[in-house]
């Protein structure tokens, strides 16, 4: 199955705001908020980094 490219990094932001959401819940049950934000932006960073570059090679 193929999956393009901003479908692979919604799942690398889901996952780190669903990580950064349990964490919140672990250590801080009030405030949330500010972990989903930052788990997302560490997935969104981890998607850039790891979802390699298509490279067009028409002629």
């Known amino acids: ?14 996952i780190g705001s669903m990580l950064g959401f349990i964490i ?8 949330t908020y500010p972990f989903i934000l930052i788990g997302g932006f560490i997935g969104t960073c981890l998607g850039e980094q790891l979802i390699p570059e298509k490279e067009n090679t028409k002629l």
């Open 1 to 14: 199955m193929r999956v393009s490219k901003n479908t692979q990094k919604a799942g690398w932001i889901l």
């Open 24 to 31: 919140a819940k672990k250590y801080s049950p009030k405030e």
